[in-house]
């Protein structure tokens, strides 16, 4: 670059007012990009508050028909489900009952709103006893998640849920081969039109912790180590991650979580261009700025959207946030 220097050149130029700095901003956010995760429980007329995420709640399915209804009118890109089941064992198996809670909710969606885009989250952490993200075995006198005892019970929950109706399938138990395995069992069953969103770049973050409150999935032992990314390996292990999820057939790529990860976002979006890739900012990530806000520490919609946007920018086309309804009140 050689462009001739101060006081030629003079960056505040195009700084003076809104209608310039508006016109050469390159990144917007758009409601239509925007993912709304939802919580939905047994029961009758609850709305539960999560203590942890303020404007988020456990909802039982006449509250979750409402909440969809109501949020109709928004234009966001879709909701993203996570049931919380009456019962947990073992294996989880109430994850894969035609009956159970993400199914019914699924239904209840498409019922109210065919035409809202339902995302279901495909993990064993909310369904299991023991917390973790799929069955359990002893090795070596400690426990751990049993990769491919996991996978198959993952093809079963993703086949459930795509008979009860939902778009898109989003594995998020950082299992080898989940991709595979899922893609396997949907082909199987007539499910070849369905998309994958694959939680490709997970790390074990400590930012997940209100989340575990909202979908009561806290590991009884251990944590997640084993299987979700460590926070301090290498870019390049984010980009095999990614690298063999789409060779197994994932349709979208997620990065999680966003805000500490926006180096990562970068990579995989420079890595693999033309990918639809989704960026999820985490329960901790709104819960630290929620609670700053209630102390009249930081302005909630500004630090928001300053966040969203710097997820945006490195490369995110598509956000899961906890601020989604928000934004499309605060973005006209
Ligand atoms: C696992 C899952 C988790 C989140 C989404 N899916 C928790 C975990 O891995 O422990 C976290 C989301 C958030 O913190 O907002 N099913």
Redesign the pocket.
């Given at each position: 670059m050689n462009s001739p220097s101060f006081p030629t050149t003079r960056m505040r130029r195009l700084r003076q007012n809104p209608a310039l700095r508006k016109l050469v901003q390159e990144t917007r956010l758009d409601p239509h990009d925007f993912i709304l995760?939802l919580f939905v429980r047994g029961g009758k007329e609850l709305r539960t508050p999560i203590g942890s995420m303020p404007g988020h709640f456990q909802l039982s399915l006449d509250e979750f028909s409402r909440e969809i209804e109501a949020i109709s009118s928004l234009g966001l890109g879709g909701v993203l489900l996570?049931g919380i089941p009456g019962k947990k064992d073992a294996t989880g198996s109430e994850s894969y009952r035609e009956d159970g809670i993400v199914q019914q909710a699924v239904r209840a969606a498409k019922c109210v709103n065919p035409e809202m885009l339902v995302i279901t989250?495909v993990?064993f952490?909310?369904y299991t006893d023991h917390g973790h993200?799929g069955a359990i075995v002893e090795r070596n006198e400690h426990y751990e998640v049993d990769n491919d005892a996991t996978l198959k019970l993952l093809g079963k929950q993703a086949v459930s849920h795509a008979e009860a109706g939902a778009d898109v399938i989003a594995p998020?138990?950082m299992m080898d081969g989940m991709i595979q395995a899922i893609r396997g069992s949907l082909d199987q069953m007539g499910f070849q039109h369905l998309a994958i969103m694959s939680?490709a770049a997970?790390y074990a973050s400590a930012?997940?912790g209100?989340?575990?409150e909202a979908?009561e999935?806290t590991p009884q032992f251990g944590d997640?180590r084993g299987y979700?990314m460590d926070p301090a390996a290498n870019v390049d292990q984010a980009l095999r991650e990614v690298a063999l999820d789409l060779a197994e057939g994932a349709d979208l790529i997620m990065v999680?979580?966003a805000l500490a990860y926006l180096d990562v976002i970068r990579n995989v979006r420079v890595e693999f261009p033309g990918v639809p890739l989704a960026a999820?900012n985490?329960?901790?990530e709104y819960s630290m700025v929620k609670a700053a806000a209630a102390q009249g520490w930081i302005d909630e919609r500004a630090t928001a959207l300053e966040m969203l946007l710097a997820m945006k920018r490195a490369g995110a086309s598509i956000l899961i946030s906890?601020w989604a309804k928000d934004v499309a009140n605060w973005v006209e």
């Open positions: 995760p996570f989250d993990c952490c909310e993200c998020s138990g939680y997970k930012f997940y209100p989340f575990r979908a999935s997640r979700q999680k979580p999820y985490v329960s901790g906890y």
